[in-house]
């Protein structure tokens, strides 16, 4: 089993920025690809990015030049960096890791941006 703890979230104005972190614990052994869902009220959860165990990187499109997400495999933490935040960056955002064929979830942490 693997445990993830995300923190960071808050309130921010618009074009204001957060760091999101997302720490692993338990059976973190062969973890490989970690990253950031979000899931705003009404819509789906979507992808916001990922990182693999060699760094590589994969964003969706609106954050883009905004976001830039990280790993630190030393302190089995995953982040986020969210800068120029707009409104509908405003969701629920969590933390995933995929280890051996299952994918664990983090509870979530809450980013609201304000215009």
């Known amino acids: 089993q693997v445990q993830l703890v995300e923190s960071g979230g808050g309130l921010v104005q618009t074009g204001g920025s957060l760091r999101l972190s997302c720490a692993a614990s338990?059976?973190?052994?062969?973890?490989?690809?970690m990253g950031w869902y979000r899931q705003a009220p009404g819509k789906q959860r979507e992808l916001v990015a990922t990182i693999t165990g060699g760094g590589s990187t994969n964003y969706e499109d609106s954050v883009k030049g905004r976001f830039t997400i990280s790993r630190d495999n030393a302190k089995n933490t995953v982040y986020l960096q969210m800068n120029s935040l707009k409104p509908e960056d405003t969701a629920v955002y969590y933390c995933l890791a995929f280890r051996l064929g299952t994918s664990y979830w983090g509870q979530g942490t809450q980013v609201t941006v304000s215009s």
């Open positions: 338990g059976s973190i052994f062969s973890i490989n690809t």
